[in-house]
Nanobody, 124 residues
Framework: QVQLVESGGGLVQAGGPLRLSCAASGRTFVSYDMGWFRQAPGKEREFVAFISYNGANTLYTDSVKGRFTIFRDTAKNTMYLQMNSLKPEDTAVYYC?????????????????WGQGTQVTVSS
């Protein structure tokens, strides 16, 4: 069992940076692939970034490549999403998620554990 708690969201001007954190409880954090997803009002939840259980593999949706970086600190049981050059279209509630299964990394249904979400608002 893993519990996930996001933090770091807020209001930022376009072009600015923001770092999201996802703190995980439980000793098995190192066994889980982790992902970031986001959901804007009236839209479906969409994949943002993925990091494998050992940090060796990272993947991003095309719209954030070169701007966002996902990484994890095993010693702190925490995963991060560094977001740079933010755009108004990045505005959404951001969720972190964890999984043990090895299905499609971009499919929300493949993730078992979810945080409560943190709001990111980018003003133009």
């Amino acid at each position: 069992q893993v519990q996930l708690v996001e933090s770091g969201g807020g209001l930022v001007q376009a072009g600015g940076p923001l770092r999201l954190s996802c703190a995980a409880s439980g000793r098995t954090f190192v066994s889980y692939d982790m992902g970031w997803f986001r959901q804007a009002p009236g839209k479906e939840r969409e994949f943002v970034a993925f990091i494998s259980y050992n940090g060796a593999n990272t993947l991003y949706t095309d719209s954030v490549k070169g701007r966002f970086t996902i990484f994890r600190d095993t010693a702190k049981n925490t995963m991060y999403l560094q977001m740079n050059s933010l755009k108004p279209e990045d505005t959404a509630v951001y969720y972190c998620a964890g999984r043990l299964d090895r299905g499609s990394y971009s499919d929300p249904s493949q993730y078992t554990y979810w945080g409560q979400g943190t709001q990111v608002t980018v003003s133009s």
